[in-house]
Protein backbone atom coordinates (compact mmCIF):
# COMPACT_ATOMS: atom_id res chain seq x y z
CA UNK A 1 0.00 0.00 0.00
CA UNK A 2 2.90 2.35 0.53
CA UNK A 3 4.78 1.85 -2.44
CA UNK A 4 1.21 2.39 -4.18
CA UNK A 5 0.66 5.78 -2.75
CA UNK A 6 4.16 6.69 -3.26
CA UNK A 7 3.86 5.65 -6.99
CA UNK A 8 0.30 7.89 -7.35
CA UNK A 9 2.35 10.37 -6.06
CA UNK A 10 5.35 10.11 -8.01
CA UNK A 11 3.21 10.04 -11.09
CA UNK A 12 0.72 12.93 -9.78
CA UNK A 13 4.31 14.98 -9.65
CA UNK A 14 5.24 14.09 -13.29
CA UNK A 15 1.72 15.37 -14.59
CA UNK A 16 2.75 18.58 -12.67
CA UNK A 17 5.68 19.02 -13.80
CA UNK A 18 6.17 16.84 -17.23
CA UNK A 19 9.52 16.59 -18.34
CA UNK A 20 10.57 19.27 -20.73
CA UNK A 21 11.61 17.65 -24.65
CA UNK A 22 10.23 20.75 -26.46
CA UNK A 23 11.80 23.49 -25.45
CA UNK A 24 15.65 24.09 -25.61
CA UNK A 25 17.71 27.56 -24.67
CA UNK A 26 18.11 29.40 -28.22
CA UNK A 27 14.61 29.51 -29.56
CA UNK A 28 13.16 32.60 -30.91
CA UNK A 29 9.38 32.52 -31.76
CA UNK A 30 7.79 35.77 -33.65
CA UNK A 31 4.32 36.45 -34.41
CA UNK A 32 2.10 39.23 -35.11
CA UNK A 33 -0.67 39.78 -33.51
CA UNK A 34 -3.79 41.37 -35.49
CA UNK A 35 -7.18 42.43 -35.16
CA UNK A 36 -9.65 40.65 -37.36
CA UNK A 37 -12.89 42.28 -38.27
CA UNK A 38 -15.16 40.67 -40.95
CA UNK A 39 -11.63 38.89 -42.60
CA UNK A 40 -9.79 42.18 -42.87
CA UNK A 41 -6.72 42.17 -40.79
CA UNK A 42 -5.10 45.31 -39.06
CA UNK A 43 -1.52 44.21 -37.82
CA UNK A 44 -1.23 45.65 -34.30
CA UNK A 45 1.55 44.29 -32.19
CA UNK A 46 4.91 41.88 -33.21
CA UNK A 47 4.91 39.19 -29.94
CA UNK A 48 8.75 37.56 -29.48
CA UNK A 49 9.14 34.63 -27.69
CA UNK A 50 12.31 33.76 -26.36
CA UNK A 51 14.03 31.19 -24.01
CA UNK A 52 17.77 31.68 -23.31
CA UNK A 53 19.95 30.23 -20.36
CA UNK A 54 20.45 31.68 -17.42
CA UNK A 55 23.70 30.67 -15.09
CA UNK A 56 23.83 31.63 -11.07
CA UNK A 57 26.36 30.12 -8.99
CA UNK A 58 23.97 27.80 -8.21
CA UNK A 59 22.64 26.15 -11.09
CA UNK A 60 21.78 27.26 -14.71
CA UNK A 61 17.86 28.38 -15.27
CA UNK A 62 16.21 28.38 -18.63
CA UNK A 63 14.99 32.42 -19.00
CA UNK A 64 11.49 32.14 -20.79
CA UNK A 65 11.02 35.80 -22.31
CA UNK A 66 7.75 37.02 -23.79
CA UNK A 67 7.61 40.89 -25.61
CA UNK A 68 4.67 42.74 -27.27
CA UNK A 69 5.55 45.88 -29.30
CA UNK A 70 3.19 47.76 -31.25
CA UNK A 71 4.13 47.96 -35.02
CA UNK A 72 5.57 51.91 -35.74
CA UNK A 73 2.19 52.85 -37.06
CA UNK A 74 0.57 52.52 -33.94
CA UNK A 75 3.21 54.10 -31.55
CA UNK A 76 1.61 57.43 -31.64
CA UNK A 77 -2.09 56.42 -30.78
CA UNK A 78 -0.97 54.10 -28.42
CA UNK A 79 2.53 52.84 -27.79
CA UNK A 80 2.95 49.17 -26.11
CA UNK A 81 6.50 47.99 -24.77
CA UNK A 82 5.77 44.81 -22.66
CA UNK A 83 8.10 42.54 -20.97
CA UNK A 84 6.90 39.41 -19.84
CA UNK A 85 10.17 37.08 -17.65
CA UNK A 86 9.96 33.10 -16.14
CA UNK A 87 13.00 31.77 -14.92
CA UNK A 88 12.01 27.99 -14.60
CA UNK A 89 14.14 24.95 -14.31
CA UNK A 90 15.48 23.96 -17.60
CA UNK A 91 13.99 20.31 -16.98
CA UNK A 92 10.72 20.60 -15.70
CA UNK A 93 9.83 24.41 -16.34
CA UNK A 94 8.97 24.98 -12.83
CA UNK A 95 9.05 28.55 -11.79
CA UNK A 96 11.63 30.49 -9.47
CA UNK A 97 11.53 33.67 -10.62
CA UNK A 98 8.78 36.05 -12.74
CA UNK A 99 8.69 39.54 -13.46
CA UNK A 100 6.40 41.45 -15.60
CA UNK A 101 7.13 45.07 -17.12
CA UNK A 102 4.35 46.70 -18.77
CA UNK A 103 4.38 50.05 -20.39
CA UNK A 104 0.84 50.45 -22.40
CA UNK A 105 0.33 53.96 -23.72
CA UNK A 106 1.81 55.88 -20.81
CA UNK A 107 0.15 53.06 -17.87
CA UNK A 108 3.46 51.62 -16.33
CA UNK A 109 3.48 48.71 -14.17
CA UNK A 110 5.74 45.88 -13.11
CA UNK A 111 5.63 43.06 -10.91
CA UNK A 112 7.77 40.18 -9.71
CA UNK A 113 6.58 36.79 -7.81
CA UNK A 114 9.96 34.91 -6.11
CA UNK A 115 8.58 31.31 -5.71
CA UNK A 116 9.33 29.14 -2.61
CA UNK A 117 8.53 26.00 -3.58
CA UNK A 118 8.81 24.61 0.03
CA UNK A 119 6.81 26.87 1.88
CA UNK A 120 4.15 27.47 -0.96
CA UNK A 121 4.22 31.26 -0.62
CA UNK A 122 4.89 33.55 -3.64
CA UNK A 123 6.76 37.30 -2.49
CA UNK A 124 5.26 39.66 -4.70
CA UNK A 125 6.61 42.91 -5.30
CA UNK A 126 4.20 45.37 -7.22
CA UNK A 127 5.59 49.01 -9.00
CA UNK A 128 3.79 51.51 -10.67
CA UNK A 129 4.22 54.72 -11.90
CA UNK A 130 6.44 57.39 -9.34
CA UNK A 131 7.68 54.33 -8.02
CA UNK A 132 4.80 53.30 -5.78
CA UNK A 133 6.01 50.01 -4.34
CA UNK A 134 3.60 47.55 -2.75
CA UNK A 135 4.98 44.18 -1.28
CA UNK A 136 2.34 40.96 -0.44
CA UNK A 137 2.97 37.27 0.25
CA UNK A 138 0.67 35.09 -0.82
CA UNK A 139 0.05 31.14 -0.55
CA UNK A 140 -0.11 29.46 -3.95
CA UNK A 141 -1.27 26.01 -4.68
CA UNK A 142 1.35 22.84 -5.98
CA UNK A 143 1.32 23.00 -9.39
CA UNK A 144 0.28 26.77 -9.94
CA UNK A 145 2.24 28.98 -12.18
CA UNK A 146 2.81 32.18 -13.72
CA UNK A 147 1.60 33.01 -17.44
CA UNK A 148 4.86 32.71 -19.19
CA UNK A 149 5.56 29.41 -17.87
CA UNK A 150 1.99 28.11 -18.10
CA UNK A 151 2.37 29.05 -21.76
CA UNK A 152 5.45 27.17 -22.58
CA UNK A 153 3.65 24.32 -19.94
CA UNK A 154 0.86 24.00 -22.19
CA UNK A 155 3.94 22.42 -25.50
CA UNK A 156 4.72 19.85 -22.26
CA UNK A 157 1.79 18.03 -22.54
CA UNK A 158 1.40 15.01 -24.45
CA UNK A 159 -1.19 15.25 -26.82
CA UNK A 160 -1.18 12.10 -28.48
CA UNK A 161 -2.75 10.26 -25.48
CA UNK A 162 -4.97 12.33 -25.32
CA UNK A 163 -8.83 11.72 -26.46
CA UNK A 164 -10.65 14.68 -28.84
CA UNK A 165 -12.98 16.66 -26.23
CA UNK A 166 -10.77 15.67 -23.17
CA UNK A 167 -9.96 18.51 -20.73
CA UNK A 168 -6.40 19.76 -18.74
CA UNK A 169 -6.69 21.87 -15.58
CA UNK A 170 -3.84 24.36 -15.85
CA UNK A 171 -4.18 27.23 -12.67
CA UNK A 172 -2.44 30.48 -13.44
CA UNK A 173 -1.34 32.93 -11.20
CA UNK A 174 -1.84 36.48 -12.52
CA UNK A 175 -1.94 40.24 -10.73
CA UNK A 176 -1.82 37.85 -7.52
CA UNK A 177 -4.33 35.51 -7.87
CA UNK A 178 -4.99 32.29 -8.76
CA UNK A 179 -7.25 31.01 -11.65
CA UNK A 180 -8.08 28.01 -13.07
CA UNK A 181 -8.03 27.54 -16.67
CA UNK A 182 -9.01 24.30 -19.09
CA UNK A 183 -7.22 23.23 -21.81
CA UNK A 184 -9.48 21.12 -24.17
CA UNK A 185 -8.22 19.39 -27.49
CA UNK A 186 -9.82 19.65 -30.30
CA UNK A 187 -7.95 17.05 -32.80
CA UNK A 188 -5.62 17.42 -35.18
CA UNK A 189 -5.54 20.17 -37.91
CA UNK A 190 -2.83 20.91 -40.86
CA UNK A 191 -2.78 24.90 -41.33
CA UNK A 192 -1.17 26.89 -43.80
CA UNK A 193 0.99 29.04 -41.66
CA UNK A 194 4.49 31.70 -42.54
CA UNK A 195 6.73 28.73 -41.93
CA UNK A 196 4.59 25.92 -44.01
CA UNK A 197 1.93 23.85 -44.08
CA UNK A 198 1.18 22.39 -40.73
CA UNK A 199 0.09 19.54 -38.79
CA UNK A 200 -1.38 21.04 -35.63
CA UNK A 201 -3.04 19.81 -32.53
CA UNK A 202 -6.32 22.26 -31.70
CA UNK A 203 -6.69 23.33 -27.97
CA UNK A 204 -8.83 25.64 -26.85
CA UNK A 205 -8.34 27.87 -23.69
CA UNK A 206 -11.16 28.85 -20.85
CA UNK A 207 -11.14 30.33 -17.38
CA UNK A 208 -13.55 31.71 -15.15
CA UNK A 209 -11.88 35.46 -15.04
CA UNK A 210 -12.74 37.66 -18.18
CA UNK A 211 -9.28 37.31 -19.13
CA UNK A 212 -10.41 34.36 -21.67
CA UNK A 213 -13.95 34.31 -21.18
CA UNK A 214 -15.83 31.52 -23.29
CA UNK A 215 -14.05 27.94 -24.15
CA UNK A 216 -14.64 27.91 -27.80
CA UNK A 217 -13.55 31.31 -28.25
CA UNK A 218 -10.03 31.21 -27.54
CA UNK A 219 -8.30 28.69 -29.71
CA UNK A 220 -4.66 27.55 -30.11
CA UNK A 221 -2.69 25.53 -33.10
CA UNK A 222 0.47 23.63 -31.60
CA UNK A 223 2.73 22.03 -34.45
CA UNK A 224 1.97 17.87 -33.97
CA UNK A 225 5.60 17.44 -33.35
CA UNK A 226 8.40 17.04 -30.43
CA UNK A 227 8.44 21.05 -30.30
CA UNK A 228 4.72 21.31 -30.14
CA UNK A 229 5.33 25.27 -31.07
CA UNK A 230 2.20 27.56 -31.24
CA UNK A 231 1.86 28.63 -34.83
CA UNK A 232 -1.37 30.15 -34.71
CA UNK A 233 -4.10 31.74 -31.90
CA UNK A 234 -7.76 33.03 -32.22
CA UNK A 235 -9.25 35.08 -29.51
CA UNK A 236 -12.22 36.12 -29.52
CA UNK A 237 -13.15 40.11 -28.53
CA UNK A 238 -15.62 42.40 -28.20
CA UNK A 239 -16.06 43.28 -31.78
CA UNK A 240 -14.08 40.83 -34.51
CA UNK A 241 -11.15 38.94 -33.53
CA UNK A 242 -8.09 38.66 -31.77
CA UNK A 243 -4.90 36.87 -34.07
CA UNK A 244 -1.39 35.73 -33.47
CA UNK A 245 0.05 34.17 -36.34
CA UNK A 246 3.48 32.82 -36.74
CA UNK A 247 6.23 34.70 -38.33
CA UNK A 248 9.31 33.13 -38.07
CA UNK A 249 10.94 30.48 -35.74
CA UNK A 250 14.80 29.64 -35.19
CA UNK A 251 16.93 27.18 -32.75
CA UNK A 252 14.03 24.43 -32.27
CA UNK A 253 14.83 21.62 -29.76
CA UNK A 254 13.70 19.02 -32.26
CA UNK B 1 -35.30 57.97 -48.86
CA UNK B 2 -33.43 59.97 -50.72
CA UNK B 3 -32.29 62.01 -47.99
CA UNK B 4 -32.00 58.78 -45.86
CA UNK B 5 -29.16 57.31 -48.58
CA UNK B 6 -27.12 60.58 -49.03
CA UNK B 7 -27.39 60.64 -44.96
CA UNK B 8 -26.02 57.53 -44.74
CA UNK B 9 -23.65 58.13 -47.42
CA UNK B 10 -21.84 61.29 -45.86
CA UNK B 11 -21.65 59.37 -42.36
CA UNK B 12 -20.08 56.19 -44.44
CA UNK B 13 -17.44 57.98 -47.01
CA UNK B 14 -16.92 60.36 -43.37
CA UNK B 15 -16.03 57.07 -41.54
CA UNK B 16 -13.84 55.75 -44.49
CA UNK B 17 -11.70 58.86 -44.27
CA UNK B 18 -11.34 58.80 -40.77
CA UNK B 19 -10.13 55.22 -40.82
CA UNK B 20 -7.89 55.50 -43.70
CA UNK B 21 -5.88 58.43 -41.90
CA UNK B 22 -5.80 56.08 -38.85
CA UNK B 23 -3.44 52.92 -38.17
CA UNK B 24 -6.45 50.47 -38.68
CA UNK B 25 -6.66 51.75 -42.45
CA UNK B 26 -7.33 48.65 -43.54
CA UNK B 27 -10.76 48.83 -42.05
CA UNK B 28 -11.59 51.57 -44.24
CA UNK B 29 -12.90 49.59 -46.87
CA UNK B 30 -15.82 48.39 -45.03
CA UNK B 31 -17.18 51.77 -44.89
CA UNK B 32 -15.97 52.65 -48.48
CA UNK B 33 -17.73 50.29 -50.07
CA UNK B 34 -20.85 51.07 -47.97
CA UNK B 35 -20.70 54.90 -48.79
CA UNK B 36 -19.75 53.61 -52.93
CA UNK B 37 -23.53 51.86 -52.95
CA UNK B 38 -25.58 54.08 -50.79
CA UNK B 39 -23.85 57.07 -52.97
CA UNK B 40 -24.36 54.99 -55.93
CA UNK B 41 -28.77 54.71 -54.54
CA UNK B 42 -28.88 58.12 -53.53
CA UNK B 43 -27.37 59.35 -56.95
CA UNK B 44 -29.90 57.18 -58.64
CA UNK B 45 -32.77 58.03 -56.60
CA UNK B 46 -31.87 61.81 -57.56
CA UNK B 47 -31.20 61.42 -60.95
CA UNK B 48 -35.15 60.29 -60.85
CA UNK B 49 -36.23 63.31 -59.66
CA UNK B 50 -34.18 65.16 -62.02
CA UNK B 51 -31.96 66.80 -59.41
CA UNK B 52 -28.49 65.70 -58.06
CA UNK B 53 -27.11 67.23 -55.21
CA UNK B 54 -23.28 68.44 -55.37
CA UNK B 55 -23.10 66.54 -51.54
CA UNK B 56 -23.78 63.22 -53.23
CA UNK B 57 -20.41 63.74 -55.42
CA UNK B 58 -18.65 65.10 -52.11
CA UNK B 59 -19.45 61.82 -50.74
CA UNK B 60 -17.57 59.92 -54.06
CA UNK B 61 -14.96 62.05 -54.03
CA UNK B 62 -14.34 61.35 -50.17
CA UNK B 63 -14.29 57.86 -50.70
CA UNK B 64 -12.15 57.47 -53.53
CA UNK B 65 -9.70 59.92 -51.34
CA UNK B 66 -10.21 57.10 -48.52
CA UNK B 67 -9.32 53.98 -51.02
CA UNK B 68 -6.18 55.49 -52.59
CA UNK B 69 -4.96 56.57 -49.05
CA UNK B 70 -5.86 53.03 -47.75
CA UNK B 71 -4.24 51.14 -50.74
CA UNK B 72 -0.78 53.30 -50.45
CA UNK B 73 -0.26 52.74 -46.74
CA UNK B 74 -1.54 49.08 -47.85
CA UNK B 75 1.51 49.26 -50.57
CA UNK B 76 4.24 51.37 -49.41
CA UNK B 77 4.22 51.89 -45.40
CA UNK B 78 5.98 48.94 -43.82
CA UNK B 79 4.76 47.25 -41.15
CA UNK B 80 8.11 46.77 -38.28
CA UNK B 81 8.87 47.31 -35.04
CA UNK B 82 10.62 50.69 -34.14
CA UNK B 83 11.90 52.33 -31.03
CA UNK B 84 12.90 48.87 -29.18
CA UNK B 85 15.85 50.66 -27.15
CA UNK B 86 13.87 51.39 -24.06
CA UNK B 87 12.49 47.91 -24.16
CA UNK B 88 16.31 46.30 -24.91
CA UNK B 89 17.51 48.21 -22.23
CA UNK B 90 14.43 47.20 -19.72
CA UNK B 91 15.22 43.32 -20.87
CA UNK B 92 19.31 43.60 -19.83
CA UNK B 93 18.89 45.50 -17.17
CA UNK B 94 15.79 43.16 -15.79
CA UNK B 95 18.32 40.23 -16.37
CA UNK B 96 20.67 41.46 -14.44
CA UNK B 97 18.75 42.07 -11.66
CA UNK B 98 17.06 38.51 -11.99
CA UNK B 99 20.60 37.14 -11.84
CA UNK B 100 21.22 38.79 -8.62
CA UNK B 101 17.87 37.61 -7.08
CA UNK B 102 18.14 34.02 -8.31
CA UNK B 103 21.64 33.83 -6.66
CA UNK B 104 19.94 34.42 -3.13
CA UNK B 105 17.72 31.93 -4.23
CA UNK B 106 17.38 28.17 -2.42
CA UNK B 107 16.92 26.43 -5.57
CA UNK B 108 16.39 22.91 -4.48
CA UNK B 109 15.20 20.78 -7.52
CA UNK B 110 11.87 19.48 -6.56
CA UNK B 111 10.52 18.14 -9.67
CA UNK B 112 11.15 14.34 -10.17
CA UNK B 113 12.61 13.09 -13.10
CA UNK B 114 11.15 10.30 -15.18
CA UNK B 115 13.83 7.95 -14.66
CA UNK B 116 12.91 7.70 -10.82
CA UNK B 117 9.72 5.99 -11.94
CA UNK B 118 11.45 3.38 -14.15
CA UNK B 119 12.75 2.27 -10.86
CA UNK B 120 10.32 1.42 -8.77
CA UNK B 121 8.83 -1.80 -8.68
CA UNK B 122 5.29 -2.80 -7.13
Known amino acids: MPRFLLLILLLWSTIINAQNNAIAPGEKLVYTASYNMSGILTDIAQVTMETSNVKTSKATLLRLKCTAATYSKWDTFFKIRDLYESYVSPKTLTPYLYKRNINEGGYFKAMKYTYSHKTNIIKSVQTKKNNRIENKDFKFNLGSKDIVSTLYNIRLLNYESMSVGSKKTVTIIFDRKETKASITYLGKETINTAIGKKSCYKISLGSQSKILEGSSNNLLWLTADENKIIVYGKFKIPVGNGELKIKSASGLKN | ?122
Open chain 2, 1 to 122: MKKLFTILAIIASVLAIIFAVLPISNLAIIPSILALILGLIAFYLSKKTGQVKKIIQFTFLLTIMALVITTYKAVFIKTEVADTKELEATETKSEEEAIEELEELDINEIEIDESELDGIEL
